[in-house]
């Protein structure tokens, strides 16, 4: 099983996505602002990825703070690791599990509360993993046999720890031995359907057909789609879901064709304290991802550029949400409460 990132002796080890599928290459970052930049720059990507990445950040900080004011030390860690990217929920809540774990150790020895703050992080990369394969258990019986499945941008091993959410719901329908094969969008402009979910779903053997975005609808509509099945960055109270811009537009057209469309993420990317997805800040990225592609211009110079990394599916829209707790279903307020343990079944 492909594995995004891990804790070595010689710092935070990753996959350079940013570099696939052409060169298989890994990035060692040594410092914490090494892990910040690797974030931002989309070395690592993927909500529950970039969670890990966070919690190794501050672990990766603390080990390398000098005996001044550690408080401070470790605010200005988790707040430069905060600001790398705003949507992803998952980031958010590595820091703030960090901190309180770091806030729980104060007085303690130094080297003690190194330790312990590097073991959490490595375990949180563990139960990623673990919780992963929980979601793909409960949608591998979501997926229909026998018929293709449509995923938007990559939400698979390398957009987590390992074995994914959208993609670990496919892997495990696959290990299931149901007989189904993929169509990813290329998603652009980072293009990580075509640069990353094929390169995945090869390396398994897993039969994949990469179509552009603008395809979608008139496969939705053909009859070869059983459902969609994506992941997500931050997902409202109501059930409303952000994710990598596009994913509106596919379940629209999805809801249209009569094609169940499913979000498979876990506990962590649930934001309940906002009531709908209208309150989830949408990270702007460079205009240069639009204008240019690898680095060549396909646009004129100076022409204006939007270039929002996700959008919001409103919940109207989607069929379930797939999590490593069970599956839930509209309406959203009260099943997704019950799963993640704030109201009593």
Same mark, same amino acid.
């Given at each position: 099983?492909?594995?995004?990132?891990?804790?070595?002796? %010689?710092?935070?080890?990753?996959?350079?996505?940013?570099?696939? +599928?052409?060169?298989?290459?890994?990035?060692?970052?040594?410092?914490?602002?090494?892990? %910040?930049?690797?974030?931002?720059?989309?070395?690592?990507?993927? %909500?529950?990825?970039?969670? &890990?990445?966070?919690?190794?950040?501050?672990?990766?900080?603390?080990?390398?703070?000098?005996?001044?004011?550690?408080?401070?030390?470790?605010?200005?860690?988790?707040?430069?690791?905060?600001?790398?990217?705003?949507?992803?929920?998952?980031?958010?809540?590595?820091?703030?599990?960090?901190?309180?774990?770091?806030?729980?150790?104060?007085?303690?020895?130094?080297?003690?509360?190194?330790?312990?703050?590097?073991?959490?992080?490595?375990?949180?990369?563990?139960?990623?993993?673990?919780?992963?394969?929980?979601?793909?258990?409960?949608?591998?019986?979501?997926?229909?046999?026998?018929?293709?499945?449509?995923?938007?941008?990559?939400?698979?091993?390398?957009?987590?720890?390992?074995?994914?959410?959208?993609?670990?719901?496919?892997?495990?329908?696959?290990?299931?031995?149901?007989? &189904?094969?993929?169509?990813?969008?290329?998603?652009?402009?980072?293009?990580? =359907?075509?640069?990353?979910?094929?390169?995945?779903?090869?390396?398994?053997?897993?039969? %994949?057909?990469?179509?552009?975005?603008?395809?979608?609808?008139?496969?939705?509509?053909?009859?070869?789609?059983?459902?969609?099945?994506?992941?997500?960055?931050?997902?409202?109270?109501?059930?409303? &879901?952000?994710?990598?811009?596009?994913?509106?537009?596919?379940?629209?057209?999805?809801?249209?064709?009569?094609?169940?469309?499913?979000?498979?993420?876990?506990?962590? !990317?649930?934001?309940?304290?906002?009531?709908?997805?209208?309150?989830?800040?949408?990270?702007?990225?460079?205009?240069?991802? &639009?204008?240019?592609?690898?680095?060549?211009?396909?646009?004129?110079?100076?022409?204006?550029?939007?270039?929002?990394?996700?959008?919001?599916? +409103?919940?109207?829209?989607? !069929?379930?949400?797939?999590?490593?707790?069970?599956?839930?279903?509209?309406?959203?307020?009260?099943?997704?409460?019950?799963?993640? =343990?704030?109201?009593?079944?």
């Amino acid at each position: 099983m492909l594995e995004t990132i891990e804790w070595t002796p %010689a710092g935070v080890v990753m996959i350079d996505q940013t570099r696939l +599928p052409l060169h298989e290459e890994f990035v060692t970052c040594r410092t914490y602002e090494d892990v %910040a930049a690797a974030i931002r720059n989309m070395v690592i990507r993927g %909500a529950p990825a970039i969670g &890990v990445a966070a919690a190794m950040g501050v672990a990766l900080g603390v080990a390398q703070a000098d005996g001044g004011d550690l408080d401070a030390q470790v605010e200005r860690i988790c707040d430069t690791l905060a600001r790398t990217r705003p949507t992803a929920v998952n980031l958010f809540w590595a820091i703030d599990r960090m901190r309180k774990l770091y806030q729980s150790l104060r007085g303690r020895p130094l080297a003690e509360i190194r330790d312990r703050l590097a073991v959490e992080a490595q375990q949180m990369r563990l139960d990623d993993i673990a919780i992963n394969r929980a979601i793909g258990r409960h949608g591998a019986d979501l997926v229909p046999d026998g018929k293709t499945v449509l995923t938007h941008c990559n939400a698979g091993a390398l957009a987590t720890a390992g074995y994914g959410t959208a993609l670990g719901v496919i892997r495990a329908a696959v290990e299931a031995g149901k007989k &189904v094969d993929v169509f990813a969008d290329e998603t652009r402009p980072f293009l990580q =359907g075509a640069r990353l979910t094929v390169w995945e779903l090869q390396q398994d053997h897993i039969p %994949a057909t990469l179509i552009t975005d603008n395809m979608a609808g008139h496969f939705l509509k053909s009859g070869r789609i059983g459902c969609v099945v994506v992941g997500a960055d931050r997902i409202a109270a109501n059930g409303d &879901v952000a994710n990598k811009i596009g994913t509106y537009s596919v379940a629209v057209l999805a809801k249209e064709n009569g094609v169940p469309f499913f979000v498979a993420a876990p506990i962590s !990317t649930l934001d309940l304290t906002l009531a709908s997805g209208d309150l989830i800040p949408i990270e702007r990225r460079p205009d240069a991802e &639009v204008t240019h592609v690898f680095g060549h211009a396909v646009a004129p110079e100076g022409t204006p550029v939007e270039n929002p990394a996700f959008d919001v599916t +409103p919940n109207r829209y989607v !069929t379930a949400i797939i999590t490593e707790r069970g599956v839930a279903r509209a309406p959203y307020v009260e099943s997704l409460r019950k799963l993640a =343990g704030e109201l009593r079944p």
